[in-house]
């Protein structure tokens, strides 16, 4: 059964995203990933608006020095996270959270996510899947911290991070202005940048 992974973060960018299918070293990256089983591409890309908050947090990654993006656990009626969701199999998701986890494999248990919402899977930075509908008959899920949104510690995140997720945005259509309007309201931004130097920050450094 295929399922429908929704990406928030650098996986925005098809070509980061393929790094995880592939097994190759993404741009700005210091990491190679260790591919699928299967590595056929995604059947199908779509965007979507998610109803929960993004924020940045932690202090240093793969990416560098500063915070990654992670989502809420609960909807709030004033968010709107914008997401790029491809149609992958389960077994491909699945290996795909083992990476963003830094471990060997993992079993989900998918009905089990469907019928309560979410899980915990593992005490790695995003062990939480969630459940976020149907589309197109296919069930949606993403990935987040186990930490709840409310008590984390905001962070800004890396040049080369905030460029790869800019990128995946521009491939959805949004012009420069448009990403940077996008970022300024986020925690893990809004308190460290002005536009000017958010600007500055993603597109001219």
């Known amino acids: 059964m295929n399922v429908w992974y929704v990406s928030y973060g650098s996986n925005l960018s098809y070509e980061r995203f393929l790094c995880y299918i592939k097994g190759e070293k993404p741009e700005c990256s210091d990491k190679k990933e260790r591919g699928c089983r299967n590595q056929n591409l995604p059947l199908s890309i779509e965007t979507i608006n998610i109803d929960h908050p993004l924020y940045f947090s932690k202090e240093k990654s793969k990416w560098g020095k500063g915070g990654v993006a992670f989502i809420g656990h609960q909807p709030c009626l004033n968010s709107s996270t914008l997401g790029r969701m491809y149609l992958i199999t389960k077994e491909q998701f699945s290996d795909v959270v083992a990476q963003e986890n830094d471990i060997e494999q993992i079993t989900i248990n998918f009905d089990g996510v469907i019928r309560n919402g979410n899980a915990n899977i593992n005490d790695g930075w995003y062990g939480r899947i969630m459940y976020l509908g149907l589309k197109d008959g296919f069930p949606m899920f993403t990935f987040t911290s186990n930490f709840p949104y409310e008590k984390a ?3 800004p995140p890396s040049s080369n991070y905030l460029r790869t997720i800019a990128k995946g945005l521009r491939e959805m259509g949004l012009e420069e202005e448009e990403i940077v309007n996008y970022f300024l309201d986020k925690s893990g931004i809004n308190m460290f940048f002005s536009k000017d130097q ?8």
Request: charged content about 10%.
């Open 153 to 155: 510690s905001y962070n």
């Open 198 to 205: 958010l600007f500055q920050y993603i597109f001219l450094r």
